[in-house]
């Protein structure tokens, strides 16, 4: 996803003798005051931290006011994944040229900078902030630590790897890929420990639930199935979407999930994003952004907030 500069009106209103009353959601919350075009945007899980990259800059945002708090050139480096840690100490970048590089955000010193085959498709922090798998397309996929020393490698699927997620205790990791497998493996040793054959098209999103026991799926045939996560068996599926999903992020607490959706006939067109009750597959939130999500996520306050592009920025939104 993509990203911009902020300031911030307050949320709570006032009411009656003084008690605040929560807003509705989903509620514009402020603007990330960037140069137009495409951006990422990536919001730290345990602290109010947000990187941006875009037009060659990456910048750090202090949430939820909105405070840039580093800028670093990144000259013409085009900018194809960025991922930040959960505690929002360090953020990484690869860029179309092959060039990986990860930074202290508090100092903006280089933590490790190296040169990739190819350009990266996929980065991906483990929720402890001790693993970070770098997906280069064609090439086994590398689990490194965040100063980028080798962990392993998980092998190179058949047509490639769409979507990366690890377990909530960042011992698996689960890849959706192209041969329209889903497997989960050990992310310490890399070996496969688990696989699902029966999607019928391509997975593009995965996500484990909060107790690491399930990996939910979105896949191009617009079904929404979760898979046991220590057999691979297929457990159950939702009703099937109008569109595909290509985003899972499950709450803090593993009681609800946020999708997007792919709108499969103008992919640059935003379409709705849900946040769903796990247990029940209910929808309690509903929203349809004006324009194309940059990113977002759950924070551990159990908000959702995600970025849109617009002309003065990115407009930042509490959609849960």
Request: glycine share 12%.
């Amino acid at each position: 996803m993509r990203a911009r500069a902020l300031a911030v009106p307050a949320l709570l209103i006032v009411v009656g003798c003084g008690q605040p009353a929560a807003p509705s959601l989903p509620a514009e919350i402020g603007t990330l005051a960037v140069p137009s075009g495409p951006h990422w945007f990536r919001v730290a899980r345990t602290e109010p931290v947000a990187a941006s990259a875009g037009e060659g800059t990456l910048r750090i945002w202090g949430l939820p006011e909105g405070t840039e708090r580093r800028a670093i050139d990144l000259g013409d480096r085009i900018i194809d994944a960025l991922a930040i840690s959960p505690d929002g100490t360090i953020v990484v970048a690869g860029d179309h040229s092959g060039g990986l590089t990860a930074w202290n955000t508090a100092s903006g010193d280089v933590l490790f900078d190296r040169r990739l085959a190819r350009y990266p498709g996929l980065l991906a922090f483990s929720p402890d902030g001790s693993k970070l798998a770098i997906v280069v397309q064609g090439d086994p996929i590398q689990i490194v630590s965040p100063q980028g020393s080798p962990i392993t490698r998980l092998g190179a699927a058949v047509g490639g790897t769409w979507a990366i997620a690890f377990s909530r205790d960042g011992a698996r990791v689960a890849t959706g890929d192209g041969d329209g497998g889903v497997r989960v493996h050990d992310a310490r040793t890399g070996q496969v420990v688990a696989e699902n054959r029966d999607l019928l098209m391509v997975p593009l999103a995965v996500a484990f639930t909060a107790d690491s026991a399930s990996v939910i799926v979105g896949s191009g045939d617009k079904v929404l199935t979760f898979i046991d996560a220590t057999t691979g068996r297929t457990i159950r599926q939702l009703e099937r979407t109008a569109q595909p999903v290509w985003f899972i992020d499950v709450s803090p607490d593993g009681r609800s999930m946020a999708t997007m959706f792919m709108k499969a006939e103008s992919m640059l067109d935003p379409d709705h994003v849900l946040v769903t009750d796990i247990e029940s597959g209910d929808t309690r939130v509903d929203w349809l952004p004006v324009a194309f999500p940059a990113g977002g996520g759950w924070t551990s306050d159990g908000r959702l907030t995600m970025a849109v592009h617009a002309h003065d920025g990115l407009r930042l939104w509490q959609v849960h």
